[in-house]
């Protein structure tokens, strides 16, 4: 069985600092996405990453994949209020069936 | 917006009830999906269909009954379902050729059994 681990669980933060979330694997992914979560909504997609070493940036965040595919951060530069919600990951095993496995998510806290 | 909705937004019913949770996407996809998202837990894979076809049932309890008539719309019957299956329950869809598995997900049901 595969599993994703995410640390931390709870962050809460100033708004205007920077951070780190994780998300880890003993397991190798074909590829691995990251979602964010507001109350009472569903899972957004933010970014796939794909390669081993992948880096991609979306506006001030900024995503890495680990070189051996089991692990990946996430990093927010300035963030801001709206950056709250849950930070979920979730891993792709490659296999013909479309299933992805997702760790328990990282709420975030922004506060003015 | 992502593509996907779902109805109702919430949901209350007895344990002796019978609903129906819909779910719609206008994406083009060909591969649906039933998730139940509980507190503290992962996303809870529950149903997979490919091409109209149920490709997985990860284990779920018969009072779930999955219905899918054509790839743009999923249902999810309930019956006599008890107080542990209330949770948030979340419809997906992904394009059945893979591209990395990337899903989109509907707003979700929030789902009460009293």
């Known amino acids: 069985t595969q599993l994703l681990e995410q640390s931390p669980q709870f962050l809460s933060i100033q708004e205007g600092e920077n951070l780190t979330v994780y998300c880890n694997s003993s397991s190798v992914f074909s590829s691995l996405q990251w979602y964010r979560q507001e109350p009472g909504e569903g899972p957004v997609l933010l970014v796939t990453v794909v390669t081993g070493g992948e880096v991609k940036k979306l506006k001030r965040l900024t995503f890495q994949f680990g070189d051996a595919r089991k692990d990946s951060s996430l990093h927010i530069t300035a963030a801001q209020p709206g950056d709250t919600g849950l930070y979920l990951c979730a891993g792709a095993d490659g296999g013909s069936n479309y299933k992805l496995t997702f760790g328990k998510g990282t709420l975030l806290t922004v506060n003015p | 917006e992502t593509g996907v909705t779902q109805t109702p937004r919430h949901l209350v019913m007895g344990m002796t009830n019978k609903k129906s949770l819909k779910c719609e996407q206008h994406l083009g996809h060909n591969a649906m999906y039933w998730y139940k998202q509980s507190a503290k837990k992962p996303l809870e894979l529950m149903f997979v269909y490919n091409f109209k076809e149920q490709t997985e049932n990860n284990s779920v309890p018969s009072r779930f009954s999955p219905e899918c008539p054509n790839s743009s719309h999923l249902f999810l019957h309930l019956h006599t379902l008890q107080p542990e299956d209330s949770a948030l329950y979340l419809c997906?869809?992904?394009?059945?050729?893979?591209?990395?598995?990337?899903?989109?997900f509907g707003p979700g049901t929030r789902l009460t059994v009293t």
């Open positions: 997906a869809s992904s394009s059945a050729e893979g591209l990395n598995e990337e899903q989109y």
